[in-house]
């Protein structure tokens, strides 16, 4: 397929670079032009405008928005639907409010142009790796688009499979489904992203208390000099708390146990908030995920080395670097 890409940076770049090495098509548009240049390099398509990639794909047209959620992706798709016929679709694969989504789809439903949210999972290392999706659209256009997703998804690599699952749509053991229609994608991406804080959050807390068993407040006699890194290597394997986020922190501890180089003041990107928000809108209690939220708030006041764990962690799969003052 041929499509066409908005946003080259450190998401947008790998997702087309992905794409042309799986043989697909991929004409890009970014607003710092050696972004655009580099792709090119790599074999891509470049345009110099929104105007311009719009006009080099073929029809029906397929346009991949990969921006930061806010106004940008909102005047990039409003921008877009000025240029685009009935029958092109816009898929945004950013970090959109779900609800934005739903509304978009109505509108863009007016002028016979198809909407398709994309949760993308994978941060800096989906190049490699491939990335987990969550897909909100039309059915008949998530099934067209189905070669590009197909492309950036994993696969099943080496992971056992699951028992069971017989008879199941076959998309989910690849790394990508359909999660139901317009803003159905954006919406579990929420809800991972919101789990996402709690799991950071119990790592942080659980090596700040192994490292401070052996600090000078102890008295002498109960302290355990504890090497911490050690225990997320030795814990990365066999163990039942083993995973991704626990293998960015080995890497993280191993360059450095005290972490020096984090302040640890944590940002967050605004799907925890918007996970809770939705938490009460529906009544369901979340309390670890909430804590985890109010945790973050709590960093940019003061810092502890739990703080520092999260922000290692935050580096080592978005490449999200701490806010400086």
Same mark, same amino acid.
């Given at each position: ?162 028992? @069971? %699952?017989?008879?199941? /749509?076959?998309?989910? +053991? !690849? ?6 229609? $317009? #803003? =159905? ?86 799907? @925890? %908030?918007?996970?809770? /928000?939705?938490?009460? +809108? !529906? ?6 995920? $909430? #804590? =985890? ?33």
């Amino acid at each position: 397929m041929h499509i066409g890409l908005i946003g080259l940076g450190r998401m947008g770049a790998n997702i087309a670079r992905r794409l042309l090495r799986g043989g697909h098509a991929v004409t890009g548009y970014d607003r710092a032009a050696a972004a655009v240049t580099a792709l090119s390099a790599d074999g891509g398509g470049a345009a110099d405008s929104v105007a311009a990639l719009v006009q080099a794909l073929p029809q029906p047209r397929a346009v991949w928005v990969m921006l930061p959620a806010g106004a940008i992706t909102e005047t990039t798709i409003q921008e877009l639907a000025g240029l685009l016929q009935p029958g092109d679709i816009i898929i945004d694969g950013g970090n959109t409010m779900y609800k934005d989504d739903m509304r978009r789809a109505r509108e863009l439903a007016g002028r016979g142009i198809e909407y398709v949210d994309v949760g993308t999972s994978g941060g800096v290392w989906g190049l490699e790796r491939g990335y987990c999706m969550m897909i909100g659209g039309e059915k008949k256009v998530v099934d067209h688009l189905d070669p590009i997703f197909a492309c950036l998804a994993p696969g099943l690599g080496d992971i056992a499979r699951t028992p @069971g %699952r017989d008879g199941s /749509d076959p998309r989910a +053991e !690849q790394g990508y489904i359909h999660a139901g229609p $317009a #803003g =159905a994608g954006h919406y579990v991406k929420m809800v991972h992203n919101g789990i996402e804080y709690g799991l950071m959050q119990a790592y942080a807390e659980g090596f700040d208390l192994l490292r401070s068993k052996g600090s000078d407040s102890m008295p002498e006699d109960q302290r355990l000099p504890i090497n911490v890194a050690d225990v997320a290597e030795v814990w990365r394997r066999g163990s039942v708390v083993s995973s991704w986020l626990l293998d960015l922190t080995a890497i993280a501890l191993a360059r450095d146990a005290e972490l020096s180089t984090f302040s640890g003041e944590v940002a967050d990107s605004g799907e @925890g %908030r918007w996970t809770i /928000d939705a938490a009460v +809108e !529906q009544a369901v209690p979340v309390p670890v995920l $909430a #804590g =985890a939220l109010f945790a973050r708030f709590r960093s940019r006041q003061e810092h502890t080395y739990a703080d520092k764990i999260l922000s290692a962690m935050r580096f080592g799969f978005g490449g999200h670097v701490e806010k400086k003052d």
